[in-house]
């Protein structure tokens, strides 16, 4: 079982930054791919970007790359999503997700076993 909480979200200007973070609990979570996913009003969850369990793997969706950067620290059962140069249409409940198949990239929400609860962020331009 892993539990994942999300933390970091919240208001800020158009070009600015944030990083979330994803902390998670159990004993295994360093064997599990993460994935960030978004949920923006009235649209459905999207995928935004995904790591492999070792870290050395990761991708993201076209429209966040090169602004985004996904991480891990496997000591501190953390995943991090830094979100650089943010524009409004970044506002979204951002979401975290695991994945059993930890050495694939996962980008579907059906192949993810648990979820966080969500982090607001809002952009304003």
């Known amino acids: 079982q892993v539990q994942l909480v999300e933390s970091g979200g919240g208001l800020v200007q158009a070009g600015g930054s944030l990083r979330l973070s994803c902390a998670a609990s159990?004993?295994?979570?360093?064997?599990?791919?993460v994935g960030w996913f978004r949920q923006a009003p009235g649209k459905e969850r999207e995928f935004v970007a995904v790591?492999?369990?070792?870290?050395?793997?990761?991708s993201y969706v076209d429209s966040v790359r090169g602004r985004f950067t996904v991480s891990r620290d496997n000591a501190k059962n953390t995943v991090y999503l830094q979100m650089n140069n943010l524009n409004p249409e970044d506002t979204a409940v951002y979401f975290c997700?695991?994945?059993?198949?930890?050495?694939?990239?996962?980008?579907?929400?059906?192949?993810?076993?648990?979820w966080g609860q969500g982090t607001q962020v809002t952009v304003s331009s």
């Open positions: 997700a695991a994945s059993r198949t930890g050495s694939i990239l996962r980008k579907g929400r059906d192949n993810y076993d648990y």
């Open positions: 159990g004993r295994t979570f360093s064997t599990y791919a």
């Open positions: 790591i492999t369990a070792g870290g050395r793997l990761v």
